[in-house]
């Protein structure tokens, strides 16, 4: 933990409307780092420890800071558990008893798609294949990520290959996989 404030530090306070009288004040005060503002906690107590400090610059702050200051700065933790699942479309959260390929309460599209992996050709929900860990492409590009694995592409580099292709390029793809269909 730092002994004071480092130059830096002291020019981002200045930023946010502190003056040197101002600084002065805060380390009188035994606000001495940047951890010593989480323990004042909020712009109304940083305001009565420091006179002078309007309430507007102690949030600004506390913001930067990272504690909470009323109007901004540190966000709204939430934690959910393991199982709770979210509609890759709308957003909504599904109900405890969703199970993989139910329809959204909300929306009313697959929540939670069912997805064929490239490289094991396992299928399931999420981001990634539950069987190898490759990151799932969408099914309309499935054959695409396919050929390039054939190819020798590593598998965590086909799904950035895919995203970083235009459409030309993807469309000189498909002409290679409809010629291996013929």
């Known amino acids: 933990m730092a ?16 003056t040197d009288a ?8 035994g606000i001495k780092s940047r951890e010593d503002f989480k323990t004042v906690g ?3 107590t940083l305001a009565e420890l ?15 800071a ?13 934690v959910d558990s393991a199982d709770v699942v979210y509609c890759v479309h709308c957003g909504t959260k599904q109900p405890k008893d ?4 139910d329809l959204c309460t909300s929306c009313g599209k697959q929540a939670e798609p069912i997805l064929s ?3 094991c050709s396992s299928s399931g929900p999420g ?4 069987g190898c860990g490759a990151e799932f492409v969408v099914t309309a590009e499935l054959d695409l990520a396919i050929l390039l694995k054939r190819e020798g592409l590593p598998k965590d580099e086909v799904p950035r290959r895919l995203r970083a292709m235009s459409a030309a390029e993807k469309e000189v793809l498909w002409g290679r996989v409809r010629k291996g269909r013929g």
């Open 117 to 119: 992996c490239f490289w």
């Open 50 to 64: 420091v006179p002078g400090l309007s309430t507007a610059v102690a949030e600004k702050v506390l913001a930067w």
């Open 42 to 44: 909020d712009a109304a």
């Open 98 to 101: 969703y199970k993989s390929g």
């Open 3 to 18: 002994k004071t404030f480092s130059p830096l530090e002291k020019n981002i306070l200045k930023s946010k409307g502190v």
């Open 22 to 29: 101002l600084l002065k004040k805060l380390l009188k005060a």
């Open 127 to 130: 981001k990634f294949c539950r």
């Open 66 to 78: 990272g504690g909470t200051a009323s109007g901004g700065g540190g966000g709204k933790v939430v």
